[in-house]
């Protein structure tokens, strides 16, 4: 298996411009997590998804961010408009079946200049 | 006050030393219990889980958790400069609105020099 998949790895990008990560889970897998991890705040949960449906977005910073997730094999976290605050490494994790163990993808760093 | 707590470190220990990992929690809710370990540049991987209190013991890696005191650790022995990364301990809820939710301490950054 290929593991969880992200896109892109790196990310540079001036504030106010639009950015989308894109997440592909572990085939089979049915929950679906959006971290983000910066060296003030640690691994924050942002949002995750059961079976393509948002459970608990209580962790999105505010309007600008928003996640979807179309099909059980992709998803994307969208930032509009970019600001410099948001540079952070973006991380997708997928869990599936009777485990509790979340894996994790190999991250996107964001960079807003 | 943060749910989960670790310290940040770093910490640095010659190879062969005996490594101890900590966090303290305050929800009461929180019944499985994880260690990950995360190399700089890659995402995190589990490294040890458990769900009840007491020891489980991986080869050089030893899980503690001790409900009552809201305390879990995580020993290394024979520490080695491979094992030089950074330990995030997480925790989650079995059931309920928070069932899938992990949260995170901070990480532990761990040197191992030779």
């Known amino acids: 298996d290929a593991g969880v998949i992200q896109s892109p790895r790196h990310e540079v990008t001036e504030m106010g411009q639009e950015v989308t990560l894109r997440c592909k889970p572990i085939?089979?897998?049915?929950?679906l997590f959006w971290y983000r991890q910066t060296m003030m705040r640690g691994l924050e949960l942002l949002i995750y998804f059961n079976n393509n449906v948002p459970i608990d977005d209580s962790g999105m910073p505010e309007d600008r961010f928003s996640a979807k997730m179309p099909n059980a094999s992709f998803s994307t976290l969208k930032i509009q408009p970019s600001e410099p605050r948001d540079s952070a490494v973006y991380f997708c994790?997928?869990?599936?079946?009777?485990?509790?163990?979340?894996?994790f993808g190999p991250g996107t760093r964001l960079t807003v200049l | 006050q943060k749910e989960v707590e670790q310290d940040p470190g770093p910490l640095s220990v010659p190879e062969g030393a005996i490594v101890s990992l900590n966090c303290t929690y305050s929800?009461?809710?929180?019944?499985?219990f994880m260690w990950y370990r995360q190399y700089s540049r890659k995402g995190p991987e589990l490294l040890m889980y458990?769900?009840?209190?007491g020891n489980k013991e991986d080869g050089r890696f030893t899980a503690q958790v001790d409900k009552s005191s809201k305390y879990i650790s995580l020993f290394i022995r024979d520490s080695q400069p491979s094992d030089s990364a950074t330990y995030l301990c997480a925790m989650s809820a079995i059931g309920g609105t928070s069932y899938g939710k992990l949260t995170f301490g901070q990480g532990t950054i761990l040197t191992v020099h030779p």
């Open positions: 085939s089979g897998h049915d929950y």
């Open positions: 994790a997928s869990r599936g079946g009777a485990s509790d163990t979340q894996y």
């Open positions: 929800n009461s809710a929180f019944q499985y």
């Open positions: 458990t769900y009840s209190s």
